[in-house]
């Protein structure tokens, strides 16, 4: 659930996982396994007390968030809805109420072969592909959010044949990553990539099209929401103070259930580090905090809909 590969340098076996002192070490210990943890600690605690509480409790546990969220977007598309979502992302500090989504943009160049020494006979797509890499970026800015983060990247391009060859390159490919905010999508976005290529003037066919992954960006800034409420009485009553409520930077299946799915979602689990890198952690005294935050938020929440 939630892990990547194993970076270089762990000190003992990943498949056992360590803990020294307050903290635990392993793969994925903090993002997310503990997260799974305290769901499932809140679902059995909410099953045996079903007189404080009414309504339906959805317990999801789902795989690939670190590469396509095939597993969110099963359950999106099974129908799965729902009046709230708590996803335990290690989100300990406040919540997070959302993220910037990402598309990938692909540019497909069509040029024209010719000898090598006789190029004007031809369209050197590989040319054509780089005049459009070498500006796309600030032609086509990311849209500004005063929230959340956005940025752009060419990624990589292509053109040629491996092998030693005298002759033009006719195709071409550029590979362009894009962070985007609310009041972007994949088609606007697609828009503004062929409107650039347009202004180049090129000899060359462009196609463009995107692929996956695509996650559509999510925004959960409702303070008066029941469940936002519920979530800031349940956060301070544990830990003494109003939660911070603030937009992350990177993609969580909230990108699905929110983005794509219209659940409001807040993100918030254990304290952990080193994500995605050796020695990852998390913080275990955090998980009984997040339990009853969690809990408490549900039992709030659930319990206005009585």
């Not at 903090?30 to 009414?54: E, I, Y």
């Not at 396509?68 to 799965?80: D, K």
């Not at 390159?169 to 905010?181: G, N």
């Not at 409420?229 to 956060?235: P, T």
């Amino acid at each position: 659930m939630d892990t990547v590969l194993a970076a270089q340098g762990w000190l003992q076996d990943l498949g056992q996982g360590w803990r020294e002192g307050d903290l635990f070490y392993g793969l994925g210990a903090a993002d997310m396994k503990s997260g799974v943890v305290v769901n499932m600690l809140v679902a059995r605690a909410l099953a045996r007390d079903l007189s404080a509480w009414r309504g339906t409790l959805i317990f999801s546990c789902v795989t690939d968030e670190e590469a396509l969220s095939l597993g969110a977007r099963a359950l999106h598309a099974s129908g799965a809805k729902a009046d709230a979502c708590i996803v335990t992302e290690p989100y300990f500090e406040g919540g997070a109420i959302g993220a910037p989504g990402k598309v990938l943009i692909r540019a497909d160049v069509t040029g024209k072969a010719a000898h090598g020494f006789t190029p004007w006979q031809g369209i050197n797509a590989g040319i054509e592909a780089a005049r459009f890499a070498a500006g796309v970026c600030d032609a086509v800015p990311a849209l500004k959010h005063d929230k959340m983060p956005a940025s752009q990247t060419v990624l990589s391009i292509h053109a040629g044949s491996e092998l030693y060859v005298i002759t033009l390159p006719e195709t071409a490919r550029v590979l362009v990553t894009r962070l985007t905010v609310p009041g972007e999508t994949r088609e606007s976005v697609l828009a503004g990539m062929r409107a650039y290529a347009d202004s180049l003037k090129s000899p060359a066919r462009f196609e463009f099209a995107t692929d996956e992954p695509y996650y559509a960006p999510w925004a959960f800034d409702e303070p008066e929401h029941p469940f936002t409420q519920a979530f800031a009485a349940s956060y301070a009553a544990e830990r003494g103070g109003a939660p911070n409520l603030y937009y992350g930077g990177g993609i969580t299946d909230a990108n699905v259930f929110s983005g794509e799915g219209g659940i409001p979602c807040i993100c918030h689990g254990p304290r952990g580090g080193n994500f995605h890198q050796c020695q990852e952690w998390v913080d275990l005294t955090s998980i009984p905090v997040t339990c009853r935050v969690v809990e408490g938020t549900a039992l709030r929440f659930l319990g206005r809909q009585a």
